[in-house]
C-alpha cells in the first residue's frame, strides 16, 4: 500500500520518533511520529498523539488545516470521526474509557504525490491511517475498542 501512495524512489528511509509513550494507563500522554524519506525529500509524515476535543469537529478543523482545504476533504467509517482527502488521512478514536475521555488522533499525511490518481491516493491514506491507528491503539496501552475496521 505505502508504495501506491508514495512517489517511487530507489530507496525510502523511515525515522520513528517515540515522544511520550504511555507506560500504564495512569498515564494521560502518548505521541509518537514517523517520517518517510526518499530522494533527499520527505514523502510521508504519520503522527499519533492522546489528545482531548470536547467535540470531534474541533479536531477535523485542527488537523485539516495544515493539510488540505476542507472542502477536500470527506468522511470515512473509523473511530470517532474519520476524514480523508488525496493528501491526508486522519483517525479520532476512543483511547480511554475509565476517567476523562482521552482520544488519539492518527494523521497520515503526504507530503510527496505519486502518480496514483487522486481516489487511489485518498484509499491508500485510509489504509495506513487504519494501521497505524491499530497499532497506536495497542502501543498507547488504550481500554477503548478501537473501531477502526471499515
Known sequence: MLRKVLPEKSSYSFDDQFMHRRPDDTDRTYET??????????????????????????WVEDVVANASAPSDVTSFQAGDKAVASEKL????????????REHLSVVVELKQRSGARAAEAREGL?????????????????????????
Not at 511520529?33 to 510521508?44: E, R
Not at 488521512?89 to 476517567?99: H, S
Open 126 to 150: 485510509i489504509s495506513l491511517a487504519r494501521n497505524a491507528a491499530v497499532f497506536a491503539h495497542q502501543q498507547a496501552k488504550c481500554d477503548a475498542p478501537a473501531q477502526v475496521a471499515g
Open 89 to 100: 488521512a486522519a483517525i479520532y478514536l476512543p483511547c480511554r474509557d475509565k476517567g476523562p
Open 33 to 58: 511520529s514517523c517520517f518517510v524519506n526518499g530522494g533527499g525529500k520527505m514523502l510521508l509524515v504519520a503522527t499519533a498523539e492522546m489528545v482531548r476535543y470536547d467535540k470531534a469537529h474541533e
